[in-house]
């Protein structure tokens, strides 16, 4: 089953949006342990830019393919970055939001078309 470009973001969407949640209750939390922590301040931070370009490459599907490039490579950092700070601030539940959305974003890569080259000429290897 193939999946589109906005099912692969939805995905992504859907994972930051849980971790956002998460994160935030986390922050206001007194059983959570890490209560009115910079740490969780940072990571409610770094969910929420995740969701804003999940929900971007939702939103424009049809984005030029540097700038879609660019997106996919700062969000790969994003998730990782979250996730090693959810691992530090021992919130499993955060790791797995975590996970949903290093899984959305590999479906992301993965479901990429490459494009035929832009001139026969050029697909032929030129003059011989």
């Not at 009115?36 to 409610?44: D, E, K, N």
């Amino acid at each position: 089953m193939a999946l589109g470009k906005r099912s692969t973001a939805g995905l992504i969407a859907l994972g930051a949006a849980a971790g956002l949640a998460l994160s935030i209750f986390a922050y206001i939390s007194r059983s959570s342990g890490i209560n009115g922590t910079a740490g969780a301040l940072l990571v409610i931070a770094s969910t929420a830019a995740i969701l804003l370009a999940a929900l971007a490459l939702t939103c424009w599907p049809a984005m030029r393919g540097w700038l879609r490039g660019t997106l996919l490579f700062l969000l790969l950092l994003g998730i990782l970055g979250t996730g090693l700070a959810a691992h530090f601030l021992a919130s499993v539940w955060l790791q797995v939001a975590m996970a949903v959305c290093l899984i959305g974003w590999l479906l992301a890569i993965m479901g990429r078309k490459e494009r035929p080259a832009r001139h026969a000429y050029a697909a032929k290897g030129g003059a011989s």
